[in-house]
């Protein structure tokens, strides 16, 4: 089931991305940004109070707490720079870049995780690279 749910943000993504550029062509990005933060605020806890998963505030520990909040600090800050780069630049061009993220996230979860990477994740790596490069040259 985690591969819908995996597709299913994949597609958003890109959507997210199309609409934004539609939407924030006379519009300061921070201020687009900060809209787009809002809805998303609005949708989430509207997600938590309709699954009843509010009842597990009272057991996040403090170590938790520190590491969503700095995950909140990095999503927004990302979010401010992937907005001012689409606005500026294009987006076929942008996204790309955008996703060498995938390749900096495993390279971080083995080495703050010790998480092993299969010869086939490194080809994976490397080719996203070599993808990225490609479609932005």
């Given at each position: 089931?985690w591969g819908v749910f ?7 993504a890109a959507l997210?991305?199309?609409l934004a550029?539609?939407g ?5 990005s921070?201020l687009a940004?900060a809209?787009r933060t ?10 938590v109070f ?5 009842n597990g505030?009272p057991?996040?520990?403090?170590k938790s707490?520190?590491?969503?909040i ?5 999503t927004g800050a990302?979010?401010?720079?992937y ?6 630049g294009e987006?076929?061009?942008v ?5 060498l993220?995938?390749?900096i996230t ?8 010790r998480?092993t ?9 490397v080719?996203?690279g070599?993808?990225?490069l490609?479609?932005v040259?």
């Amino acid at each position: 089931m985690w591969g819908v749910f995996a597709v299913l943000s994949a597609l958003f993504a890109a959507l997210t991305t199309i609409l934004a550029k539609a939407g924030i062509s006379n519009v300061n990005s921070n201020l687009a940004t900060a809209i787009r933060t809002a809805v998303v605020l609005v949708m989430a806890w509207g997600m938590v109070f309709l699954t009843g998963a509010q009842n597990g505030l009272p057991q996040i520990d403090r170590k938790s707490w520190l590491f969503l909040i700095l995950s909140g600090l990095a999503t927004g800050a990302s979010w401010l720079c992937y907005y001012r780069a689409i606005q500026m630049g294009e987006v076929s061009r942008v996204a790309p870049i955008d996703k060498l993220s995938v390749v900096i996230t495993v390279v971080l979860a083995f080495v703050i995780f010790r998480e092993t990477v299969s010869v086939k994740a490194v080809v994976g790596c490397v080719l996203i690279g070599a993808g990225t490069l490609l479609m932005v040259l």
